[in-house]
C-alpha cells in the first residue's frame, strides 16, 4: 500500500543548529515528493516539490530535500535554524491520483 | 500566481446541525479539489477527490451523505459537514490543482468547531 512516513513526531534543535527532518515513502513508482509547513492554527504552505531531475532542491527560507531512490526518501535539511521555524513539517507523495500526507514531524526551536 | 481562498476562516457550529464551507481558486483553472480534514493532533485525511466532469470518489470512511460536495466550475468548489458532531471538528483544507497529479495549491483552511 501506498504510505508516506515520517518517523520522528517531535524533533528539538538549538537555534542556530543545522537540521534534519526524515521522510520516507513507500511506492511502486516514484511519485511526486512535497514538503509542508503548518505554522500554529494555519493551513500548509508549500516548502518545496521534487518531480525529477537534481535529486537536491531548494525551497523557500533556506530549506532544502534531497530525494534518494535508492533509500526511498526525501528528507529535509537546513543549515542553521531560527526560532521562527518552529512549526509542524508535513512530507507528501503525489503518484498521480492524490496527495497523501505523513503523521508531521513537530519541530521546536530552543535558544 | 495560483492562489486558493478558503472561507469561512473559523466556524462554530452546535451538534447535528450542518455547515457549510467554500474554496475558490484563482490564476488558475481547478480541474481537481481534493478536500482533506486534519483532526487535532492528526495529520491530513483526504475526505474526497473531485474532477471536473467527472464523479467525485469518497475515501474509505466519508460518504457523500456526511460530506456533500459540489464542484460547478473550474474555480469553485464547496463541501457541507452535515449533522456535525464533536469527531468532525478539526480543520478541513481544500486542495486544488490543474491535475490532480500535480501541485495542489492550498488554502487556509476551515477550522470548524463543534459544541
Known amino acids: 500500500a501506498q504510505s508516506v512516513t515520517q518517523p520522528d513526531a517531535r524533533v528539538t534543535v538549538s537555534e542556530g543548529a543545522s537540521l534534519q527532518l526524515r521522510c520516507k515513502y513507500s511506492y511502486s513508482a516514484t511519485p511526486y515528493l512535497f514538503w509542508y509547513v503548518q505554522y500554529p492554527r494555519q493551513g500548509l504552505q508549500l516548502l518545496l516539490k521534487y518531480y525529477s531531475g537534481d535529486p537536491v532542491v531548494q525551497g523557500v527560507n533556506g530549506f532544502e530535500a534531497e530525494f534518494s531512490k535508492s533509500n526511498s526518501s526525501f528528507h529535509l535539511r537546513k543549515a542553521s535554524v531560527h526560532w521562527s521555524d518552529s512549526a509542524v513539517y508535513f512530507c507528501?507523495?503525489?503518484?498521480?491520483?492524490?496527495?497523501?500526507f505523513g503523521t508531521g514531524t513537530k519541530l521546536q526551536v530552543v535558544p | 500566481g495560483a492562489l486558493v481562498y478558503q472561507y469561512p476562516r473559523r466556524t462554530i457550529c452546535k451538534s447535528g446541525t450542518s455547515m457549510r464551507m467554500e474554496c475558490q481558486a484563482v490564476?488558475?483553472?481547478?480541474?481537481?479539489v481534493a478536500w482533506y480534514r486534519q483532526s487535532p493532533q492528526k495529520t491530513f485525511e483526504l475526505i474526497a477527490l473531485?474532477?471536473?466532469?467527472?464523479?467525485?470518489?469518497?475515501e474509505q470512511n466519508f460518504t457523500q451523505e456526511k460530506f456533500p460536495i459540489s464542484h460547478p466550475n473550474l474555480s469553485f468548489s464547496s463541501m457541507t459537514v452535515l449533522n456535525a458532531y464533536l469527531e468532525d471538528r478539526g480543520l478541513y483544507l481544500c486542495?486544488?490543482?490543474?491535475?490532480?497529479?500535480?501541485?495542489?495549491?492550498f488554502g487556509s483552511g476551515t477550522r470548524l468547531t463543534v459544541l
Open positions: 473531485s474532477t471536473v466532469n467527472s464523479a467525485i470518489k469518497y
Open positions: 486542495g486544488a490543482g490543474t491535475t490532480s497529479a500535480e501541485t495542489l495549491y
Open positions: 507528501s507523495a503525489n503518484s498521480g491520483t492524490y496527495q497523501r
Open positions: 490564476g488558475f483553472q481547478a480541474t481537481s
